[in-house]
């Protein structure tokens, strides 16, 4: 079992930054692969950045270039750090843990709220 508590989230203005942490916790967390995900009103959650157990990235095409997922195992934590911030980013943020091991064990947080107006 994988508890995740996203943080981080709140306003901003267009072109700011913002830094979202996932903390794990109750599990080898090093094993699990880590996605940040967003979802807005009447759309499908959206995977935004994800990065492997082994550290392999890979981004939506909106948000290349702009945001950067790392991970701290050391820390049991995932960070999504998104910078130059636009209108469009606006959603809620979620992080998901997952890894197979026999089955499908696949966790999400609550979600953060990103707001990004001026």
């Known amino acids: 079992q994988v508890q995740l508590v996203e943080s981080g989230g709140g306003l901003v203005q267009p072109g700011g930054s913002l830094r979202l942490s996932c903390a794990a916790s109750?599990?080898?967390?090093?094993?699990?692969?880590v996605g940040w995900y967003r979802q807005t009103p009447g759309k499908q959650r959206e995977l935004v950045a994800a990065i492997t157990s082994g550290g392999t990235t890979n981004y939506a095409d909106s948000v290349k270039g702009r945001f950067t997922i790392s991970r701290d195992n050391a820390k049991s934590t995932v960070y999504l750090q998104m910078n130059t911030l636009k209108p469009e980013d606006t959603a809620v943020y979620y992080c998901n843990a997952h890894r197979v091991n026999g089955v499908l064990l696949n966790y999400w947080g609550q979600g953060t709220q990103v707001t990004v107006s001026s």
């Open positions: 109750g599990s080898i967390f090093s094993l699990y692969n």
